[in-house]
């Protein structure tokens, strides 16, 4: 699964990463005119507020949402931190999501996600996970009206089976494209579920990073630096 993720990118780098191919499908892209980042967060959890893209009449839209996703039905606002990934082998059969698939499919854009290699329950090793191209992350994702949450509507993350360069840590990752898959999954009609296939899949990298990660209380840039794991060491020493 994916249950925590680094948001910190502006506007300009979703136009940089996307709008070439938003345009070569005669689509249209209205984003937030602001310099601010339209996200800074290094550590984001379940049920903060996070970007989302998502197609609404013909244009590529930025809407702000809260990640763990609530089924318009959903009387119970907790629910929402159990359920922030769907699996892609299930996400046409559950009933939680299965309405969701043919309109209501987004983009979540990450800088990268954290994973932590489970192999020492005692002593879970924490990784920062990026694109190996360092390229802004565009995961995919469902979305649904939640009235009973502040920010009107809610997410999930899709999943799939990891491969190759991450299977060594964790046997779940984020369904992730590039930019005209992206378009592709965002565009009305039958959910193109190909696309959820490895030799679609960018390549990851993986760099280990501090304990800290682990407390959201801890949510600056040094939470994704690269971290040997020595000065823990040392520390269970003395």
């Known amino acids: 699964m994916c249950g925590r993720f680094v948001g910190s990118f502006s506007t300009d780098d979703i136009l940089n990463e996307m709008l070439e191919s ?6 249209r892209m209205i ?6 980042p339209l996200l800074h967060n290094f550590n984001v959890a379940p049920t903060h507020a996070i970007p989302i893209l998502r197609m609404l009449d013909g244009a590529l839209q930025v809407d702000v949402v809260q990640w763990g996703l609530l089924p318009i039905w959903s009387k119970d606002a907790s629910k929402g931190a159990s359920m922030i990934n ?38 879970k090793i924490p990784y920062y996970v990026t694109r190996a191209d ?7 994702g469902i979305w649904s009206d939640s009235p009973i949450v502040d920010a ?29 898959e992206a378009v592709e999954w965002l565009t009305p009609g039958d959910a193109p579920l190909e696309l959820f296939q490895p030799d679609h899949q960018p390549r990851f990298r993986t760099t280990r990073v501090s304990t800290r990660v682990n407390s959201v209380r801890n949510n600056d840039k040094t939470l ?15």
């Open 134 to 140: 360092g390229r802004l992350m565009l995961g995919a």
């Open 224 to 238: 994704i630096e690269p971290d040997d794991g020595e000065e823990e060491k040392e520390l269970t020493l003395f």
């Open 86 to 123: 769907a699996r892609s082998e299930t996400i046409t059969e559950k009933p939680s999501f299965k309405g969701l698939v043919p309109g209501h499919r987004c983009i979540i854009p990450m800088s990268g996600f954290y994973e932590w290699d489970r192999t020492n329950p005692k002593a």
């Open 31 to 36: 984003l937030p005119e602001t310099d601010l």
């Open 152 to 180: 009107g509507r809610t997410c999930a993350l899709i999943t799939r089976d990891s491969i190759f360069d991450l299977s060594d840590i964790h046997d779940r990752s984020p369904v992730e494209f590039h930019a005209d």
């Open 22 to 27: 938003v345009e070569s499908a005669g689509l």
